[in-house]
């Protein structure tokens, strides 16, 4: 009888919760459509399962081995995960303000001035809308790597070809994209498996190469400290270029925040979640490098192994084709956990853009279907983006990497502008009864050392790789985020400009510097009142 009554009361507490949670986000001019589904647990492993860190780094090692060796392998995670802190700390305390699936775009939207919040908050949805659609491309290019390394390991004599591993690209792309359109309701699951089946993960490699290339490691000079530059440009620039490594594995920490719609309690779980999956990941991250690195015989063979660098360490840890494939398992599927998250992070980003009317044909992306119980357009529209990405990666691999680099830029970008404008107005645009708050100097240390690390990072990865520069190893980033620019303008031209609403703002409380509150409105603005209501 206690145990039914402990049941019920419990219940009856969820209830309120959700209907709480609902009603402030009706406040923010939204209906609730989706369902509060995932859990703390289930949520941080979602956010981890996108960044999956230690992964990314044993993926992307080559990129820092030969721009600045294993001390900006090793030292550059450490920087570049305490900027990256920095600036989810400042992140935090919009979506502790505002919970709601739109994160950058929204905030930007709030704290801006007047004549230019509109502008501002389009100009930032669609970065990050076009960031989360080419990160999720990443997903399956990592993961079909994987599938050609192990293949060439144990077949010598194979020819890859694009086009091979291009199927196994659209596999994933379309496995990711099943499982958010008919299983939502197992997601929650699915992201607890991610996380824990992603820490089982770094341990059992980690144990087992260390064990299997006792007592033949590379000493802690050697792991902590080597400088290496291989790639022709000064040796100060070289090793800053080699913090790229841990830039990307730590990109993606926004994800809470567009999820932010789907968890209980958001303006106190959010924050903690989006900070705790970047501790995590530097963790985790800082302990499999080093042991990696330890179990290193020769930085050449593995920068240039044709099965790829993490499956040339495994084997040189533990001289066994089979025992290597089979360690390199778990980050196989560590990258299709990676691939459907992704997926739907990146739909509720469109999603919500779509529900203010910030993409075209938005009624259309904008709809939650009404049995599956997701925005089942919106995940088309991001499963055929990838597709078209991958097909733009079986013309040209260099073309596809620039499309990569450029939507980290792009969510890079996205993370600083919020706090910028903040920081811009004196950091008083946020409400002071917020859950999360940075107070006094660390508020105004941490903003600025975010927004100093965005700029950075933002600048580092358009430069070419390497020196000489020719048509091959050039860095077309900046193009391809100029694209992205040139679309927001064109579709702000003749769409936007037009019919983009967003959130609506309490405008009085903008102009004294202050955040009153957002007015919800469950009817679009009509023109007139357009020009007494910031609609953005």
Same mark, same amino acid.
């Given at each position: 009888?206690? /145990?039914?009554?402990?049941?019920?009361?419990?219940?009856?507490?969820? %209830?309120?919760?959700?209907?709480? /949670?609902?009603?402030?986000?009706?406040?923010?001019?939204?209906?609730?459509?989706? *369902?509060?589904?995932?859990?703390?647990?289930?949520?941080?492993?979602?956010?981890?399962?996108?960044?999956?860190?230690?992964?990314?780094?044993?993926? $992307?090692?080559?990129?820092?081995?030969? $721009?600045?060796?294993?001390?900006?392998?090793?030292?550059?995670?450490?920087?570049?995960?305490?900027?990256?802190?920095?600036?989810?700390?400042?992140?935090?305390?919009?979506?502790?303000?505002?919970?709601?699936?739109?994160?950058?775009?929204?905030?930007?939207?709030?704290?801006?001035?007047?004549?230019?919040?509109?502008?501002?908050?389009?100009?930032? @949805?669609?970065?990050?809308?076009?960031?989360?659609?080419?990160?999720?491309?990443?997903?399956?290019? +990592?993961?079909?790597?994987?599938?050609?390394?192990?293949?060439?390991?144990? %077949?010598?004599?194979?020819?890859?070809?694009?086009? %091979?591993?291009?199927?196994?690209?659209?596999?994933?792309?379309?496995?990711?994209?099943?499982?958010?359109?008919?299983?939502?309701?197992?997601?929650?699951?699915?992201? *607890?498996?991610?996380?824990?089946?992603?820490?089982?993960?770094?341990?059992?490699?980690?144990?087992?190469?260390?064990?299997?290339?006792?007592?033949?490691?590379?000493?802690?000079?050697?792991?902590?400290?080597?400088?290496?530059?291989?790639?022709?440009?000064?040796?100060?620039?070289?090793?800053? +270029?080699?913090?790229?490594?841990?830039?990307?594995?730590?990109?993606?920490? /926004?994800?809470?925040?567009?999820?932010?719609?789907?968890?209980?309690?958001?303006?106190?779980?959010?924050? *903690?979640?989006?900070?705790?999956?970047?501790?995590? @990941?530097?963790?985790?991250?800082?302990?499999?490098?080093?042991?990696?690195?330890?179990?290193?015989?020769?930085?050449?063979?593995?920068?240039?192994?044709?099965?790829?660098?993490?499956?040339?360490?495994?084997?040189?840890?533990?001289?066994?084709?089979?025992?290597?494939?089979?360690?390199?398992?778990?980050?196989?599927?560590?990258?299709?956990?990676?691939?459907?998250?992704?997926?739907?992070? $990146?739909?509720?980003?469109?999603?919500?853009?779509?529900?203010?009317?910030?993409?075209?044909?938005?009624?259309?992306?904008?709809?939650?279907?009404?049995?599956? @119980?997701?925005?089942?357009?919106? +995940?088309?529209?991001?499963? @055929?983006?990838?597709?078209?990405?991958?097909?733009?990666?079986?013309?040209?691999?260099?073309?596809?990497?620039?499309?990569?680099?450029?939507?980290?830029?792009?969510?890079?970008?996205?993370?600083?502008?919020?706090?910028?404008?903040?920081?811009?107005?004196?950091?008083?645009?946020?409400?002071?009864?917020?859950?999360?708050?940075?107070?006094?100097?660390?508020?105004?240390?941490?903003?600025?050392?975010?927004?100093?690390?965005?700029?950075?990072?933002?600048?580092?990865?358009?430069?070419?790789?390497?020196?000489?520069?020719?048509?091959?190893?050039?860095?077309?980033?900046?193009?391809?985020?100029?694209?992205?620019?040139?679309?927001?303008?064109?579709?702000?031209?003749? /769409?936007?400009?037009?019919?983009?609403?967003?959130? %609506?703002?309490?405008?009085?409380?903008?102009?004294?510097?202050?955040?009153?509150?957002?007015?919800?409105?469950?009817?679009?603005?009509?023109?007139?009142?357009?020009?007494?209501?910031?609609?953005?």
């Amino acid at each position: 009888m206690d /145990d039914q009554l402990r049941r019920r009361s419990a219940g009856s507490a969820n %209830h309120d919760i959700v209907t709480r /949670d609902a009603a402030a986000l009706e406040i923010l001019g939204h209906k609730q459509e989706l *369902k509060r589904n995932f859990s703390m647990i289930s949520m941080l492993g979602l956010a981890f399962a996108i960044l999956n860190t230690w992964t990314a780094l044993a993926a $992307s090692i080559s990129l820092a081995l030969p $721009s600045g060796g294993p001390s900006a392998v090793i030292w550059g995670l450490i920087v570049a995960g305490i900027c990256n802190l920095c600036l989810a700390a400042s992140l935090a305390e919009f979506l502790s303000a505002w919970p709601t699936a739109g994160g950058q775009y929204h905030w930007v939207a709030i704290v801006s001035w007047k004549g230019w919040s509109r502008s501002l908050s389009y100009a930032t @949805g669609w970065i990050n809308v076009s960031g989360w659609v080419a990160l999720t491309a990443t997903g399956g290019l +990592l993961g079909s790597t994987f599938i050609i390394n192990i293949t060439s390991l144990l %077949h010598p004599n194979y020819a890859a070809e694009p086009w %091979h591993q291009f199927l196994i690209y659209i596999a994933f792309t379309l496995i990711s994209l099943l499982i958010n359109a008919f299983s939502t309701r197992l997601l929650p699951l699915f992201t *607890k498996a991610a996380f824990f089946w992603s820490l089982t993960g770094f341990l059992v490699i980690s144990i087992t190469i260390l064990a299997c290339a006792s007592p033949n490691y590379q000493p802690g000079e050697f792991v902590y400290g080597e400088f290496i530059n291989e790639i022709g440009w000064p040796d100060g620039l070289a090793w800053l +270029l080699g913090l790229l490594q841990g830039a990307f594995s730590l990109t993606g920490f /926004d994800a809470v925040a567009h999820m932010i719609e789907e968890i209980p309690n958001p303006t106190i779980q959010g924050p *903690k979640i989006m900070l705790a999956c970047i501790g995590i @990941g530097m963790l985790t991250g800082f302990v499999f490098l080093s042991c990696l690195l330890f179990c290193v015989n020769n930085i050449d063979d593995v920068i240039e192994s044709s099965a790829g660098p993490l499956l040339q360490i495994f084997m040189d840890a533990t001289q066994n084709a089979a025992g290597s494939v089979c360690l390199l398992m778990f980050p196989l599927i560590c990258m299709l956990f990676t691939s459907t998250t992704l997926m739907t992070t $990146s739909s509720r980003m469109s999603y919500a853009f779509a529900r203010d009317h910030g993409l075209p044909f938005s009624h259309i992306f904008a709809r939650v279907h009404p049995k599956l @119980g997701v925005p089942l357009n919106a +995940l088309l529209w991001t499963a @055929g983006w990838v597709v078209v990405f991958g097909c733009i990666f079986l013309g040209s691999s260099s073309t596809f990497n620039a499309i990569t680099s450029a939507s980290v830029v792009a969510l890079g970008i996205t993370y600083a502008i919020p706090p910028s404008i903040n920081v811009l107005r004196g950091r008083k645009m946020l409400p002071p009864n917020r859950a999360f708050k940075l107070s006094g100097a660390l508020g105004w240390i941490l903003n600025l050392v975010g927004i100093c690390w965005a700029i950075l990072t933002t600048v580092l990865f358009v430069f070419p790789p390497e020196l000489p520069v020719d048509s091959e190893n050039m860095n077309y980033c900046i193009v391809a985020f100029g694209v992205i620019l040139c679309i927001a303008v064109v579709t702000w031209l003749f /769409d936007g400009r037009k019919n983009y609403t967003g959130p %609506h703002v309490d405008v009085d409380g903008l102009e004294k510097g202050q955040i009153v509150g957002v007015e919800g409105i469950p009817e679009p603005a009509t023109k007139t009142e357009s020009h007494t209501k910031l609609a953005v």
